[in-house]
C-alpha cells in the first residue's frame, strides 16, 4: 500500500488481497537491503495472463529493478506455456514493456469527476438470481476473449450489491459492478450489448450521483464517452493495452467499462 500511494493509485487492501488470492503463486516482491522496494503479480486465466501492480519505490528507480520484476514474472509464466501475457500500460511503464515484447493492442481512457445529478430515470434492480452466475460469465468470456470466470466470481462475492444486469427473453444482455477505491469508486466492469450499456451506465450515474468515481473506457467506444461525459466526467489518462504472444481478440463494442488496470 505505500508504493500504491506512492504512485497515486486508486487500489485498496481488498484489492491486492484478491490478487494474492487469485494466484499466490505468481506474485513477487523485490528487496533491497531486506527492505521492499517493488512489486508485480500475474494471474492466470488458462491460456491467458494478465500482469498488474507494476510498482518500483520512487527512491530506487533507474536501477533495474522494474526490469528483474517483469523478467521473473514473464519466466513464471512461461513455465506454465502461458501463449498470450497482458496488461494495461502508464506512459512511464511502456518503454520497458515493449523492450520485453509487448505490442500496443488498443487505448483506454480514464474518465474521472464527480457524477452530475441526473433526470430521474428507470432504475435497474439488484440482481438476485441465484445459480444463474454463469450466464454472466459466459458473457464476460464472450466479449473479452479470456476466461476471466474465478475474477468475476470474486467481485460477485465481494461486491454483489453493486451488480446490475439487463436481461431480456433472448437471456442477458449486460451487466455491470462497481467498487470502493482509496480515492474514487471503480465503475466497471461493463459488458453489454448498445442498449444494455446505455442503460447500465446510466442507472449507475443514478445511482452514484454525487460521488468521487473513476471508469475505464476503450478510446473507440465513442457512445461510452458520450454518455460519462454527460455525466460531468473528463479525461484523466490514458492507458495502453499491450499483448505478449498471439493476440487476445476483445469486443471492444460490448466492452464498456473496463474492470480496471489491474485486472483487465
Not at 89 to 97: D, E, I
Not at 199 to 227: F, K, N
Request: include cysteine; charge should be negative.
Amino acid at each position: 500500500m505505500r508504493l500504491k500511494d506512492q504512485a497515486g493509485w486508486n487500489q485498496v487492501n481488498r484489492d491486492w488481497q484478491r490478487l494474492f488470492d487469485l494466484q499466490p503463486d505468481g506474485c513477487f516482491v523485490a528487496e533491497f537491503d531486506g527492505r521492499p522496494v517493488g512489486t508485480v503479480v500475474t494471474c492466470r486465466f488458462e491460456q491467458v495472463a494478465w500482469v498488474a501492480m507494476m510498482l518500483v519505490d520512487e527512491a530506487y528507480r533507474g536501477q533495474g529493478i522494474g526490469r528483474k520484476l517483469m523478467t521473473r514474472a514473464i519466466e513464471e509464466l512461461d513455465r506454465h506455456e502461458i501463449r498470450s501475457i497482458r496488461l494495461d500500460a502508464t506512459p512511464f511503464g511502456q518503454p520497458l514493456y515493449e523492450s520485453l515484447g509487448f505490442a500496443p493492442e488498443s487505448t483506454l481512457i480514464r474518465f474521472a469527476g464527480i457524477l452530475s445529478p441526473v433526470v430521474e430515470n428507470e432504475a435497474i434492480p439488484a440482481w438476485n438470481q441465484p445459480g444463474r452466475e454463469h450466464e454472466l460469465l459466459a458473457l464476460d468470456r464472450e466479449v473479452t476473449g479470456t476466461d476471466r470466470g474465478a475474477l468475476i466470481a470474486r467481485l460477485f462475492a465481494e461486491h454483489g450489491e453493486s451488480l446490475r444486469v439487463v436481461e431480456t427473453d433472448q437471456g442477458v444482455k449486460g451487466f455491470l459492478m462497481s467498487r470502493p477505491g482509496s480515492n474514487s469508486r471503480q465503475i466497471g466492469p461493463c459488458i453489454a450489448d448498445e442498449t444494455a450499456g446505455r442503460r447500465l451506465l446510466a442507472d449507475a450515474g443514478r445511482r452514484y450521483a454525487g460521488e468521487p468515481v473513476v471508469i475505464d473506457i476503450p478510446s473507440s467506444h465513442d457512445q461510452a464517452i458520450e454518455i460519462v461525459e454527460a455525466l460531468g466526467l473528463k479525461p484523466l489518462r490514458q492507458l495502453l493495452r499491450m499483448g505478449r504472444g498471439p493476440r487476445v481478440i476483445e469486443d471492444l463494442s460490448r466492452l464498456w467499462a473496463s474492470a480496471g488496470p489491474e485486472k483487465g
